[in-house]
T-cell receptor, first 118, second 116 residues
Framework: AQTVTQSQPEMSVQEAETVTLSCTYDTSENNYYLFWYKQPPSRQMILVIRQEAYKQQNATENRFSVNFQKAAKSFSLKISDSQLGDTAMYFCAFMKRRGGGTASKLTFGTGTRLQVTL | GAGVSQSPSNKVTEKGKDVELRCDPISGHTALYWYRQRLGQGLEFLIYFQGNSAPDKSGLPSDRFSAERTGESVSTLTIQRTQQEDSAVYLC??????????????FGSGTQLSVL
């Protein structure tokens, strides 16, 4: 079974600054995917960024980037130029790769509540 | 519809009663997931429907929980004889079940269940 750990229950950052959210995971799988999801007060989960474990290059999506360390089983999210709209819960998630690359269930961490302040 | 729709948005029930939660996925989405999110916790996987294949029920916590989906349409999650520990937000998600490279889960806004 896979486990995902987010050790920071809450984080705060000032607008325009950079913040890094931590995530570690434990798995015996070699082929998998990692995700960061954002959950605003509306409760709707929104995909922020995705990383394929077989890729060494870190994924980036505009102001969001990850630091993926496969050997250390670490997958942190960096948010640059933080904006007030980034205030939300952030969840790290793991998905085992099935044959053919099709999707399977996501295993989530407990989340980090990020507050962006003026 | 434009997105994944869940109803009701909020449900308050008494301990011991049965409840039924509904999820309308995006039209054409073959995969549908149910997750439970307890207060201050991450999402716990409950069940996964994939086209016409047998569903993955490995996350259902007890035999009080069941879910159905007819074809690629609406799904209902039923909780019988509700307990206070069942209080949580129940989230539904759907996807086209393409390869994970292009996979994107679309989540609904959930049903907040409160068992008194």
């Amino acid at each position: 079974a896979q486990t995902v750990t987010q050790s920071q229950p809450e984080m705060s950052v000032q607008e325009a600054e950079t913040v890094t959210l931590s995530c570690t995971y434990d798995t015996s799988e070699n082929n998998y995917y990692l995700f960061w999801y954002k959950q605003p007060p509306s409760r709707q989960m929104i995909l922020v960024i995705r990383q394929e474990a077989y890729k060494q290059q870190n994924a980036t999506e505009n102001r969001f980037s990850v630091n993926f360390q496969k050997a250390a089983k670490s997958f942190s999210l960096k948010i640059s130029d933080s904006q007030l709209g980034d205030t939300a819960m952030y969840f790290c998630a793991f998905m085992k790769r099935r044959g053919g690359g099709t999707a399977s269930k996501l295993t989530f961490g407990t989340g980090t509540r990020l507050q962006v302040t003026l | 519809g434009a997105g994944v729709s869940q109803s009701p948005s909020n449900k308050v029930t008494e301990k011991g009663k049965d409840v039924e939660l509904r999820c309308d996925p995006i039209s054409g989405h073959t995969a549908l997931y149910w997750y439970r999110q307890r207060l201050g916790q991450g999402l716990e996987f409950l069940i996964y429907f994939q086209g016409n294949s047998a569903p993955d029920k490995s996350g259902l916590p007890s035999d009080r929980f069941s879910a159905e989906r007819t074809g690629e349409s609406v799904s209902t999650l039923t909780i019988q004889r509700t307990q206070q520990e069942d209080s949580a937000v129940y989230l539904c998600a759907s996807s086209l079940l393409r390869t994970v490279r292009r996979e994107k889960l679309f989540f609904g806004s959930g049903t907040q269940l409160s068992v008194l």
